[in-house]
């Protein structure tokens, strides 16, 4: 039987070096299912919705490989099916 479709919702910390910060920005912008929320002295905060857990990895993977990048964090992590999300 298949899965039911999910819905994942992350919040992330990206790491990155502070001068790079509106490069770091407009790459991550082409990232499905990013909203960039702030940043401040080489740090952002972002949120991710993606529709399984091997997409978030594979969306961390991708922020990690932006020029100027050191690291993201996985804050906060949820997840319930869509129908749920679509009822509320």
């Known amino acids: ?9 992350s919040s992330l910390v990206i790491q990155h070096s502070p001068d790079r910060t509106d490069a770091v920005r407009e790459a991550a912008a082409s990232v499905a ?9 080489g740090k952002a905060v972002v949120t991710l919705v993606t529709a399984s ?3 978030v990895v594979d969306r961390i993977a991708l922020l990690n ?9 996985m804050v906060y992590h949820h997840y319930e099916p869509a129908d749920a999300i679509d009822a509320a």
């Open 1 to 9: 039987m298949p899965r039911a479709p999910e819905v994942h919702i």
């Open 33 to 41: 299912g990013l909203d960039w929320c702030a940043a401040e002295n």
């Open 53 to 55: 857990a091997a997409e």
């Open 65 to 73: 490989a932006i020029p100027g990048v050191h690291t993201t964090t």
